[in-house]
């Protein structure tokens, strides 16, 4: 009955504008509109919908790169949170061979080795650059200070300033692009999978820092007193960016790395990452931050002084004996040898809610009558599920033969919350698939964007699904209502229109939660999650 209202509807539209365009017609088209109101040949109102909704737990994520269309972000620290509990998280990596292969040259010694993890930061304006361990001002020859970009800190979530302990190690299990159970299949590595670990090469407190921006590299092998710093190397991002440095244990790297006897392990990159299977760096501590890195700009570097051969020019004395211009002299030479993080990436949720307010939310959800208080985390954390209609009032509702204008769910924010997500996504949770209105409308026409108040606080989430239920309370051919849920919203949950993929991937690395009202009660709750259709309807029909 549906389609044939429609049908209606387009066939008057379309008989409007011919009588519009008939000049010698002797009613204008404002008297034609006119008369057609005067007829009460239509009618328009909206109706509250009542909803069942509760939250459900999230036991693991997807957290690896081996999807070329989808690519996520990784998420290392740690956090203690009132509402959401307790979670750690961990990155995982293989790193590469660089372009020409790894060859330390003769009587290779190690400066230093350093992992650089460039935070996500925005430069906002400049300071005085600060000696890193006197924290003085550092200055210019004329004894002015050096003037520095400042930045600040991106995708860095719960307590910024607290320290906490980060480990790194050896990784044990070696991390396969091809799932070997079926190789034609892409391998998949969920957040709760455990994995070997050897060797630590570091330990350390740490806390965010928007000024680590520069890293010092001492020279102490360059005459032969490893007493003395011969040189000091000033390394800086391209950007200036700031970025995490840990610095790992030499010795381990001098014994895998230089002296070590098979050079096959180091011919190719197939090789290499059989033979060293990449890091595995961890956050320990009760609190702290977590946040979103760039692991995909992330790299191990290797500083190095070797032996080598060289002529020097008539003026040049490079071994530093007093004469100059001689042939042959062994010299020794500073270099580095850079490691970038590539191929498989993956990471670690540590997840424990218990004490915290949503473990009973999450734990015995009442799915008959629905919550009070709904709870949507990222990251392996929560997740919102609505039913829209139950039998009883589908029916009622496909008899009315509307024809639908606009179909909203609207949720607001549970009491004042600062830090939630700014988006949040709606799907098909019983088929894991995007709505045709998130498909083939606007972005923003289907919503999930965080919306204020006057004030300028967080206050609600509302998304528009006017295909959904048209679809659904079509009374000629309906489909079959299913359940939703709502997540925090990633940017791997945009469709692949290449390959009209419309399956939503568990893919979550924002930790933000927010409490949202559920629909009880349903009494004075004018803030309760509700579905609001807006419809038209053909009188007499």
């Known amino acids: 009955m549906l389609n044939k209202i429609k049908t209606i509807i387009k066939n008057i539209g379309l008989f409007l504008i011919i009588l519009f365009g008939i000049i010698s017609c002797e009613k204008d088209f404002e008297d034609i509109a006119i008369d057609l109101i005067d007829n009460k040949a239509f009618s328009v109102g909206d109706s509250i919908i009542e909803i069942i909704s509760y939250s459900v737990n999230v036991d693991t994520s997807r957290v690896d790169n081996n999807d070329l269309n989808k690519q996520p972000l990784y998420l290392l620290g740690v956090n203690q949170d009132l509402k959401f509990g307790h979670m750690k998280s961990a990155i995982l990596s293989q790193v590469f061979l660089p372009v020409f292969g790894a060859d330390f040259g003769d009587n290779a010694v190690i400066d230093l080795v350093v992992v650089d993890i460039p935070y996500y930061a925005t430069r906002d304006t400049v300071q005085n650059a600060v000696d890193p361990i006197t924290g003085e001002d550092i200055l210019d020859d004329e004894g002015n200070p050096i003037i520095t970009p400042s930045f600040s800190l991106d995708s860095i979530y719960g307590n910024k300033s607290q320290e906490f302990n980060i480990t790194i190690n050896e990784l044990g299990t070696f991390l396969n692009v091809l799932d070997p159970e079926n190789p034609t299949k892409t391998k998949v590595y969920l957040s709760d999978k455990d994995f070997e670990i050897r060797d630590q090469l570091f330990s350390g407190d740490f806390e965010p820092n928007r000024n680590d921006t520069v890293l010092y590299v001492e020279r102490k092998y360059l005459d032969g007193d490893t007493n003395t710093v011969d040189d000091i190397d ?40 059989q033979y060293f299977r990449g890091l595995y760096i961890d956050a320990n501590g009760f609190d702290g931050a ?213 399956i939503v991937r568990n893919y979550n690395w924002i930790p933000k939660g927010v409490i949202l009202k559920g629909n009880l009660p349903k009494e004075d709750n004018d803030k309760r999650i509700k579905l609001e259709i807006f419809y038209s309807k053909i009188n007499n029909k």
């Open 234 to 273: 000033t390394v800086k991002a391209e950007n200036s960016g700031p970025s995490m440095k840990f610095l790992l244990n030499k010795d381990f790297f001098k014994n895998r790395f230089i002296d070590h006897d098979n050079s096959s392990d180091f011919l190719s990159n197939d090789n290499f990452i």
């Open 290 to 502: 977590l946040m979103n890195v760039a692991a995909s700009n992330a790299k191990m570097t290797i500083f190095y002084t070797n032996d080598e051969i060289r002529d020097e020019g008539d003026d040049e004395d490079l071994n530093n004996n007093g004469i100059n211009g001689e042939e042959d002299v062994l010299v020794k030479t500073k270099h580095d040898m850079i490691f970038n993080f590539g191929g498989v990436r993956t990471g670690k949720y540590i997840r424990d809610n218990a004490g915290s307010e949503v473990y009973n939310a999450l734990i015995n959800p009442d799915k008959d009558n629905g919550e009070e208080k709904l709870y949507v985390q990222g990251a392996a954390g929560s997740e919102i599920i609505i039913d829209l209609f139950t039998d009883e009032n589908l029916e009622i509702l496909r008899n009315q033969n509307w024809y639908i204008n606009e179909a909203n769910i609207t949720m607001y924010i549970d009491g004042d919350q600062s830090e939630v997500p700014q988006k949040l996504f709606l799907y098909n949770y019983d088929d894991n698939s995007t709505l045709n209105d998130f498909k083939f409308e606007n972005p923003d026409v289907f919503g999930g964007d965080l919306e204020y108040d006057d004030d300028g606080n967080p206050e609600r989430y509302k998304f528009r699904i006017t295909s959904y239920i048209t679809d659904i309370l079509d009374s000629d051919d309906p489909i079959l209502p299913s359940k939703l849920a709502i997540k925090n919203y990633q940017s791997t949950d945009l469709p692949t229109l290449v390959l009209l993929d419309t």
